[in-house]
Nanobody, 124 residues
Framework: EVQLQASGGGLVQAGGSLRLSCAAS????????IAWFRQAPGKEREGVSC????????YYADSVKGRFTISSDNAKNTVYLQMSSLKPEETAVYYC?????????????????WGKGTQVTVSS
């Protein structure tokens, strides 16, 4: 059973940084993608970043390019999202999801597997 556990959320001031972690387990496929999404109250879910396990290719939403960095520790089956220069409008629940194949061009539409989210609150 695929399980994803996001952690690392919290309260941070605008301009600050946070690092989120997504611990994955139960994968039985050779390659996969893990992506971060976020959803603020009253807003649609937004794809933030995706990383492919096999080749390390990364993808970002335009709104976070240059400020967020996704990385993976394959030995620990953990994906990280380093977030810098955070803005109040980025307050949301952040989720990680996974697909049993590398990041596709449609990764922003959603993933096959989901974990519970972690709250990120950016104060002004």
């Amino acid at each position: 059973e695929v399980q994803l556990q996001a952690s690392g959320g919290g309260l941070v001031q605008a301009g600050g940084s946070l690092r989120l972690s997504c611990a994955a387990s139960g994968f039985t496929f050779n390659d996969y993608a893990i992506a971060w999404f976020r959803q603020a109250p009253g807003k649609e879910r937004e794809g933030v970043s995706c990383i492919s396990r096999s080749n390390g290719n990364t993808y970002y939403a335009d709104s976070v390019k240059g400020r967020f960095t996704i990385s993976s520790d394959n030995a620990k089956n953990t994906v990280y999202l380093q977030m810098s220069s955070l803005k109040p409008e980025e307050t949301a629940v952040y989720y990680c999801g996974a697909d049993p194949y590398p990041c596709s061009r449609y990764w922003r539409n959603g993933m096959d597997y989901w974990g519970k989210g972690t709250q990120v609150t950016v104060s002004s």
